[in-house]
């Protein structure tokens, strides 16, 4: 017997405020055309002044606690995913934490941009299958558009504001890819791309935030190839045929991205949960994003097998292999 950790609750949210292509026309010089080309993006949401992380956060965990028909007061565990954390410190997490009443248990935030959800699924399993915690709750947020500069066309026009979470609760399993829950989880980086996507900004280096700085083809030229090679490492692991992934969620960065991944893997974009075009990239909120819209547009159902690769700064990259 295996100890798994199964979802049993997801939420999301999404911050009201909607900029279209023509919105950020007005602000820098780009255009729909150019956007919708380069990126399959259309919108993304936008939080508000007084919209921080953990406001965000704490809607989507109500959500997925009154889906799993738990209340925070049942959870062991928040591991939180951000590069945009309300404050420097503490973690964003225990912000999360108090809002949902929870008393005891820990909450702690991880750093890994856009892999940071595949992270955070990551340490919250292996304490699950430690036997550590029974209950977890698994959060991706960001409110990018704080740490965006307006100004540079080259990124303000990819990014959006958004939380996603899921909650886990420890099942016995026969350890085989039949069982419910997360099947496995690879984490990866290379800090030697660090500068290639960061801040400009950080508390020990020039005391500011900071904002968003790419090197976007540099990116781009190893998104698809980590997510691929990281997929088929996870699907070998695992003894899974690719034809037995019912489903991909990848990380929504560029829709050229997505079509690259599944070229490479090769799956059909039929196959592929893709929200770009409304969400652009939310960074470590993402994946949960694109997985609360494919269940609730009906695409992802229960006993499906699931496969999510990220990619991030860092560059980090890693991928999950889920049976709902
Ligand atoms: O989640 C991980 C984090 N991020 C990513 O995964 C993003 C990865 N990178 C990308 O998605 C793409 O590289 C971008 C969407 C960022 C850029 O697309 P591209 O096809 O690689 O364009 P490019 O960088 O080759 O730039 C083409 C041109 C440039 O003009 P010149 O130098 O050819 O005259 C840019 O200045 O497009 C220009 N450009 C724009 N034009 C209109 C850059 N941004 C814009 C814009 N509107 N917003």
């Known amino acids: 017997m295996t100890l798994r950790s199964r979802i049993i609750g997801i939420g999301s949210f999404l911050p009201e405020h909607i900029s279209t292509n023509d919105d950020m026309a007005k602000i820098v010089d780009t255009s729909d055309e150019w956007i919708v080309e380069r990126t399959g993006i259309r919108v993304r949401h936008f939080a508000d002044e007084n919209m921080s992380s953990s406001v965000m956060a704490t809607k989507a965990a109500q959500q997925a606690l009154a889906n799993a028909g738990l209340t925070g007061d049942d959870l062991d565990l928040i591991v ?12 964003t997490a225990v912000y999360v934490q108090a809002a949902l009443g929870m008393k005891r248990g820990c909450a702690f935030d991880v750093v890994a941009a856009c892999s940071g959800f595949l992270y955070a699924l990551r340490m919250a ?12 709750l698994v959060v991706g947020v960001e409110t990018l558009s704080k740490i965006t500069d ?6 303000c026009v990819l990014f959006g504001d958004g939380a996603g979470c899921v909650v886990l609760r420890a099942e016995e399993g026969k350890g085989t890819p039949a069982d419910r829950g997360v099947l496995d989880t690879l984490i990866y980086s290379d ?26 083809r540099e990116v781009f030229r190893h998104a698809a190839v980590n997510m691929a090679e990281v997929s088929q490492e996870i699907l070998d692991k695992n003894g899974v045929a690719l034809a037995d992934v019912d489903w991909l969620v990848p990380h929504q960065a560029n829709i050229r991205i997505l079509e690259a991944t599944a070229k490479r893997l090769g ?19 993402s994946i949960p994003l694109a997985l609360a819209e494919g269940v609730k547009s009906g695409k992802l159902k229960e006993g499906q097998l699931l496969l999510l690769p990220g990619m991030g700064a860092g560059f980090t990259w890693g991928a999950s292999l889920i049976r709902l």
């Open 191 to 216: 800090g030697s791309y660090a500068p290639d996507l960061c801040s400009t900004g950080g508390p020990s280096t020039n005391h500011e935030v900071g904002y968003i700085t790419m090197n976007g």
């Open 267 to 285: 799956i059909p974009m039929e196959k592929v949960i893709s929200t770009v075009d409304l969400h652009a990239n939310t960074s470590a909120a």
């Open 80 to 91: 939180l995913a951000t590069v945009s954390p309300d404050k420097t410190f503490p973690a």
């Open 125 to 136: 399993d292996n304490m699950i299958r430690l036997g550590q915690v029974k209950t977890a």
């Open 150 to 155: 307006f100004k540079d066309r080259n990124t």
